[in-house]
Nanobody, 111 residues
Framework: QVQLVESGGGLVEPGGSLRLSCVAS????????MGWYRQAPGKQREWVAT???????IYAESMKGPFTISRDNAKNTGYLQINSLKPEDTAVYYC?????WGQGTQVTVSS
């Protein structure tokens, strides 16, 4: 079974950048698609982006531009680079692999 641990979140000023990581334990990470989602306070969890097992990237329409999803199968790790952060990007960010969720990493954008 895949277990996921996200990291890389934190407090950042508007306009800043972060790179989130999602490390997967277990076997066969490379054969699964990986997705990133986020949940802002008081809102439903929303999809941000997906990278397929073959490396094809797909983004939610509103997430194009500031977000870049990638993966390193040799390290069993997926990434979400977020640039030009805005206060409305404040949320807990989660990764999803093979129907398993990580615990999330908090991103707070504030001056």
């Amino acid at each position: 079974q895949v277990q996921l641990v996200e990291s890389g979140g934190g407090l950042v000023e508007p306009g800043g950048s972060l790179r989130l990581s999602c490390v997967a334990s277990g076997r066969n990470f490379s054969i699964y698609d990986m997705g990133w989602y986020r949940q802002a306070p008081g809102k439903q969890r929303e999809w941000v982006a997906t990278i397929t097992s073959r490396g094809v990237t797909i983004y939610a329409e509103s997430m194009k531009g500031p977000f870049t999803i990638s993966r390193d199968n040799a390290k069993n790790t997926g990434y979400l680079q977020i640039n030009s952060l805005k206060p409305e990007d404040t949320a807990v960010y989660y990764c999803l692999v093979n129907d398993k969720w990580g615990q999330g990493t908090q991103v707070t954008v504030s001056s």
